[in-house]
Every structure is written in structure tokens, then in C-alpha cells.
């Protein structure tokens, strides 16, 4: 049996969230392995899912059904593809956050450090930056900000001199060039939990992750009816914070604005106080819903 390109964490709770209507219009901005989107299209009537990825290999995934269209791009461009398929409004949006266990597994596209394989990280294969083309080309300042800001490492600054320090004679390609260069700034203890972190800066980099997260969330809830759903999994602490606070207080900053009456000037109240976090059970099956965390909030 083929290994599956993805398990959804929090599968159920997400799509409880989305409170959805038989006859309502909803958006899946993370198809992926389709899982969130069967589980919507199991709930709806005459309803409508339009579902978004950038990546080429999720097309495979896509269901039959008339009820289902698929739009094969970055979702910071949610709001251009739903006028272009006549959506002026929707009930709901989903996003999951998380990396594909399909991407983690490809050794070929580069998101992980357990494979060889060129540094590419790219979610959609025909942009132009790879992680290599970050490593061979940016300064060193400007890596060292990445990593400390995307990956919050304390050696942020010795990484990326050192880095600087290697391209000039040899110029990264590989995973194995990079781990040569990353090992001995990290306790063996450490090790895993460290590479993983400079991973993610390197791929949140070469995707525009926290600018596109941004863009994503403000279309959504223009594009959300009175009560319509903004349902988003995070899994590191940078978007949950922005996830956070933008679902508190309509910016990114976390500070609520009010108007000259007092009303607060937010778009979306909290349904949940808190994240939903998976329970012991999920985790035991599906480890990496460990990180996950469930936001959701109703357009007022």
C-alpha cells in the first residue's frame, strides 16, 4: 500500500468549525492530499468547495464532483480566482498550514534533512527561488535575519557567516553540503530539533510564507459573509502568532483598535478562546499533530 500524501490533523474539529451549510460556498486554501475537502464535500448538499494549491502533484488528488472546482495557485490570490469563478461571497475558509508528509518524503523537493537531494523547498516547482539559490546568493545579514527571525536560532549569526564563508569556494546544491556546514553548531542531543529549525527558515524564505499568510487571511474575511467561518491550523509559533492575532483584533500587531464609540474595530470574534490542540489518541497516530494548533473565528 502507498504511503499517504497526507493525514490532516484535527481533521474533524477543522471541519466542525467551518459550521457548515448543505446549501453554502466553502474554501479549502491547502488541498493537499484532499482530506479537509472529502470531508467538506461529505457534509454538503447542493453546496460548492473550491479548493486551492500551488503544487502540481496535489491535481491528483482532486475528487469528481460537480460540487468540487480546483484552482491550481498560491493562495494569496484567493480573492482574484473566486471572482473569476463567479464567487462574490463564501461561508467558510479553511486553511491548514501544515507541510504534506508528501513533501517531508520526497527526498527530491528538498524539506527535509533526512534524504540527500538538491535544496530546493520550492511548493510550487515552477517559481523561481530555491533554497539553494537563498544560500548562494543572499547576504550574509540577510541570512542571519532569517534564521534568527524564521527559525529563531541563537547561532543565527555564525551560520550565516559561516555559510558565506563556504559558497565562495563551493557553491551549495545539496543537503548533504548543507548539513556538513550546520553540524557542528549543534549539541548531538540537539541536532534534530536544530537542522529542523533552519529547514523551516530556509523554506518559509523561499515560499514568502508569513507575507502570503498575511495577504491570505485579510482577503478571507473580506471575502467571508455575516457568520461565514475563518478555520486555520497553525503549526510553529511565528504563524500562529500572526493567526492569533489577527483573529483577536483584525491586525497582525495583536493591539485592538476602537472607534470613537468604543466598538471594537475587528471584522471576526473568537469562537475559541483558546487553540484546539489534538488529544493523546490523534497524536499517538498522526505524531506530527503534536504541533498543531485550531483557531477559528466567525465574521461578525
Known amino acids: 500500500m502507498a504511503d499517504p500524501y497526507h493525514i490532516p490533523a484535527l481533521l474533524i474539529p477543522s471541519v466542525d468549525g467551518l459550521n457548515i451549510r448543505p446549501d453554502g460556498v466553502y474554501v479549502d486554501v491547502t488541498f493537499g492530499g484532499g482530506g479537509h475537502s472529502r470531508e467538506i464535500l461529505r457534509r454538503l448538499g447542493a453546496g460548492k468547495l473550491i479548493a486551492f494549491d500551488q503544487d502540481e502533484d496535489a491535481v491528483a488528488n482532486c475528487p469528481s464532483d460537480p460540487r468540487f ?37 520526497q527526498a527530491e523537493r528538498g524539506f527535509s534533512f533526512r534524504f540527500d537531494g538538491r535544496l530546493d523547498m520550492r511548493m510550487n516547482r515552477q517559481a523561481a527561488k530555491t533554497a539553494a539559490a537563498v544560500l548562494n ?16 536560532l541563537r547561532e543565527a549569526r555564525k551560520i550565516a557567516r559561516k555559510i558565506c564563508q563556504t559558497r565562495n569556494e563551493n557553491p551549495f546544491e545539496t543537503i548533504a553540503q548543507l548539513l556538513e556546514v550546520l553540524k557542528p553548531f549543534f549539541f548531538k542531543e540537539k541536532e534534530k530539533k536544530e537542522m529542523a529549525k533552519v529547514f523551516q527558515a530556509l523554506r518559509i524564505e523561499v515560499n514568502d510564507e508569513m507575507e502570503t499568510l498575511k495577504i491570505m487571511l485579510q482577503q478571507a474575511v473580506s471575502m467571508l459573509k455575516p457568520h461565514g467561518r475563518l478555520v486555520v491550523l497553525t503549526y510553529h509559533s511565528l ?57 477559528i473565528a466567525e465574521k461578525k
Open 69 to 105: 472546482v480546483f484552482v491550481r495557485s498560491n493562495f494569496r490570490y484567493l480573492t482574484n480566482f473566486l471572482r473569476y469563478h463567479n464567487v462574490d461571497a463564501v461561508d467558510g475558509v479553511l486553511a491548514d498550514l501544515g507541510v504534506s508528509f508528501h513533501h517531508f518524503d
Open 137 to 152: 546568493t543572499y547576504s550574509e545579514e540577510r541570512l542571519a535575519d532569517i534564521f534568527y527571525f524564521y527559525g529563531e
Open 239 to 295: 504563524e500562529d502568532r500572526l493567526v492569533k492575532n489577527f483573529m483577536k483584533t483584525g491586525n497582525f500587531e495583536g493591539k485592538l483598535e476602537k472607534d470613537f464609540y468604543g466598538n471594537p474595530l475587528c471584522d471576526l470574534k473568537l469562537i475559541n478562546s483558546k487553540a484546539i490542540v489534538a488529544d493523546a489518541a490523534e497524536v499517538e497516530a498522526n505524531p506530527r499533530s503534536r504541533s498543531a494548533k485550531l483557531r
